[in-house]
Structures are given as C-alpha cells and as structure tokens.
C-alpha cells in the first residue's frame, strides 16, 4: 500500500488545508481504489505518496513524479476542490489521477505517459470507480455518515454519461492528426469524449489490467501502440482490442487514401 500524507497546494498566498473531515474523506476514497485495483490485479508500492489540495480552478488535477519536480520528496497527485464534502467530484478526480499512479507504477521505469491513451484510459477509469462506489456504497466508510448518498453517485456518472463528444479520435485518419489530439489531449478532452465512453462501457474486472499495460507496447515512436503485439498479449480482452482498434482504423484510412 502507499503511505498516504495530505498536504496544503499554495497558489500565491493562499493555502487551501486539508481539514481532518477531508483528510478522512480523501484516506477512504484512495485507499478503497488502492483496495479495487489490487482486486483488479494491479498493485501499488509500499512508498511515500502525497495528495495536494488546490482552490478548484487554480489548476487541472494531475500526477506528478518527484523525479521531474526537484522538492518533491515523493510522487504526488493536485487535486483541484474547494471541499472535498462533494464526494462524487472526490472520487472522480482521485479515480482518475490515481489511475495514472496505477499505470506509472505498473509500467517501465523510463517510460511517460502518452497522452490520447493514457487521458482515456483515466477519464474511463473514473467513470468505473464512481460505478463501483455507487453500486458498493454501503460497505464503503463514508456510507457510515450518508448511507443514501448512492444514487447522488449515480447521477454523477449519469450526467458525465450524456456528455457528447466531437469523436475527433475515431475521425482521425493520420499520423499527424493523432499527434495534435495527444498535444491537446487534456485541453479539449470532448475529441475523445465519445471513444472514451465506449471504452468504459467495455470495461469489467479482468480487462483493467491488460489496459494499464498499454505502456509495455508502445512503438519506439511512443504515440504509437505495437498493436498486434498488445492484442496477442491480451487476445481476449475487449478493452484493449477497442484501443488497438482506435489506432489501426486511423492508419487503415491513411492507407487506403493513398491507394
Ligand atoms: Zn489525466
């Protein structure tokens, strides 16, 4: 398990502590992901990990490694809340930012994120974390003080749900299309809406593994999958063959472009 502490983000002069109600709140929403993704087969280390709290709008929530951060003395996550009395938002940032600690720590060391992927798998991933607090809310902590709140949770995912996308990524058709959709994967996160929610639907208890892997079957070029070796490693695996779909269809059009 990681060994959790808590921190103040500063933006400014402004210092945005976590009271002992958050910190409770924040330690229960982590380490019952920690908990489901070890049930999923992926595991995280026992090492130094620090949350951030930052006023909401200061900044995007994201993962950080100490290794590109000098004063860091451990690898963090920013989340970016006012109050983290709002659980369904708790949940949703920290599923996904710590999907990116789950897939850093499950990955080669010397490898980055690539983004087109690495964002919809997150942004996936959060919507099934919110699925499985909402469907399991009565054995998890917080229910002790609202044991109604399942269907606020519910409705959360719901509203994510009925977002719609400009399905940019699944009208790509070359390299250099797919490379601005990873230059502005985290800026206008609506050009993999779409395909993001297909691949959550797609998503169940022995697939979020293979899909964590993703890193291990990157080309040299990185903003490519070696996609006939990813799915023979997975050849059962609906989730992984969706993200090897994604890339093959847009190299399949280039091509037949040029035909
Ligand atoms: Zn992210």
């Known amino acids: 398990m990681l060994k959790y502490e808590f921190v103040s983000g500063c933006v400014g002069n402004v210092n945005t502590p976590f009271t002992d109600d958050e910190k409770n709140t924040a330690c229960i929403v982590v380490t019952t992901i920690e908990h489901l993704y070890l049930l999923l087969g992926v595991s995280l280390p026992n090492e130094r990990f620090v949350i951030k709290k930052f006023p909401k709008g200061s900044m995007p929530p994201r993962f950080c490694l100490a290794r590109n951060n000098p004063s860091a003395l451990a690898n963090f996550i920013c989340i970016a809340m006012d109050k983290l009395s709002y659980w ?20 080669p060391s010397n490898t980055d994120s690539t983004s087109w992927i690495e964002e919809t798998i997150c942004e996936a991933m959060a919507l099934f974390f919110l699925n499985v607090f909402s469907i399991n809310w009565d054995k998890i902590e917080l229910s002790k003080s609202n044991p109604k709140y399942a269907p606020h949770i519910k409705s959360y995912l719901k509203d994510e749900l009925s977002k719609v996308g400009s399905g940019k990524l699944s009208l790509c058709h070359n390299y250099d299309e797919l490379k601005q959709i990873d230059a502005d994967s985290q800026i206008y996160r609506e050009q993999r809406e779409n395909e ?39 050849p059962h695996n609906a989730a992984v063959s969706y993200l ?7 190299f399949s059009k280039e091509t037949s472009e040029a035909d």
């Open 196 to 234: 993001m929610h297909e691949l959550y639907k797609l998503l169940n208890a022995d697939n979020v593994r293979g899909l964590l892997l993703y890193r291990w079957y990157l080309q040299s070029d990185p903003l490519l999958l070696n996609t006939a070796k990813y799915r023979k490693a997975f």
């Open 88 to 107: 369904c938002q708790a949940i949703f940032q920290l599923g996904h930012e710590m999907t990116h600690a789950a897939i850093h720590y499950n990955s």
């Open 244 to 250: 090897c779909d994604l890339q093959d269809s847009i």
